[in-house]
């Protein structure tokens, strides 16, 4: 099971940091975060790989230089450091784990992952 957290409202410009909760070890599962405003599919933001596949990340290209994913495997965490936060950056943010090695641009699609959280909120104000 997986909650994600740290959503809220911030000016443009702005930061914040999104957490997402196992309830479980996260060791061997790459994790992704998505995002989806309204009326818009859901987007792959950033992901990073389990160990096995040395903890790469990968990011969108709308957010690379802006976004830092991380994990915290003893805390059975991941967060997605947000920074100088846009506009087209608000939406529905969600946390996934997939036991998949990342093929070329899987991370991506959505369908790469088999359990998600419930979501949080992003709101930027300009």
């Known amino acids: 099971q997986l909650q994600a957290s740290g959503g809220g409202l911030v000016q443009t410009g702005g930061s914040l940091r999104l957490s997402c909760a196992a309830s479980?070890?996260?060791?061997?599962?790459?994790i992704g975060w998505f995002r989806q405003a309204p009326g818009k599919e859901r987007e792959g933001v950033s992901c990073?790989?389990?160990?096995?596949?040395?903890?790469?990340?990968f990011y969108a290209s709308s957010v690379k230089g802006r976004f830092t994913i991380s994990r915290d495997n003893s805390k059975n965490m991941v967060y997605l450091q947000m920074n100088n936060l846009k506009p087209g950056d608000m939406a529905v943010y969600y946390c996934?784990?997939?036991?998949?090695?990342?093929?070329?641009?899987?991370?991506?699609?959505?369908?790469?992952?088999?359990?998600w959280g419930q979501g949080t909120l992003v709101t930027v104000s300009s």
């Open positions: 996934a784990t997939s036991p998949l090695s990342v093929i070329l641009s899987s991370w991506s699609i959505p369908t790469y992952y088999e359990t």
């Open positions: 479980g070890s996260l060791d061997r599962f790459t």
């Open positions: 990073i790989t389990k160990n096995g596949g040395a903890g790469r990340t």
